[in-house]
């Protein structure tokens, strides 16, 4: 899958959930993790895993976004995970695009 149908991909994906999306943030999101997203065992976030949880908490949200761990990214992590609930396999730019966005962190990918 090339970058562009990466991206096209998630754009559909993302529309779902933010009708007028951040196409920037997409765009940067995919370029950042084109190599993760082309992978079956890591395309997808498992909200019923807690080590994937912890991973996505760790990696992505103190380490890659620079955020403090505590009880705010259990609850957007978990915010996240109810709102894609209807999913069965969720996107793991889906996921992280919701989650810098209700985080406000979206200088991070500029």
Same mark, same amino acid.
């Given at each position: /899958?090339?970058?562009?149908?990466? %991206?096209?991909?998630t %754009?559909?994906?993302?529309? *779902?959930? =933010?009708? *007028? +999306? =951040?196409?920037?943030?997409?765009?940067?999101? !995919?370029?950042? @993790?084109?190599l993760?997203?082309?992978? +079956?065992?890591?395309?997808? !976030? &498992?909200?019923t895993? +807690?080590?994937e949880?912890e991973?996505?908490?760790?990696?992505?949200?103190?380490?890659?976004?620079?955020?403090?761990?505590?009880? *705010?990214? =259990? #609850?957007?992590?978990? *915010?996240?995970? #109810?709102? /894609?609930?209807?999913?069965?396999?969720? &996107?793991?730019?889906?996921?992280? @695009? %919701?989650?810098?966005? =209700? %985080?406000?962190? #979206?200088?991070?990918?500029?």
């Open positions: /899958m090339t970058n562009a149908e990466l %991206l096209a991909k %754009l559909e994906g993302v529309k *779902k959930y =933010d009708k *007028k +999306p =951040d196409e920037g943030l997409v765009a940067a999101l !995919v370029k950042n @993790y084109a993760v997203l082309r992978k +079956p065992d890591s395309a997808y !976030v &498992s909200c895993d +807690p080590s949880l991973t996505v908490k760790k990696n992505f949200l103190i380490k890659k976004l620079g955020l403090k761990d505590g009880a *705010k990214l =259990d #609850e957007a992590i978990k *915010k996240v995970c #109810e709102q /894609m609930k209807a999913e069965r396999r969720k &996107s793991r730019a889906v996921f992280y @695009y %919701l989650l810098v966005k =209700d %985080l406000g962190k #979206e200088k991070v990918f500029v």
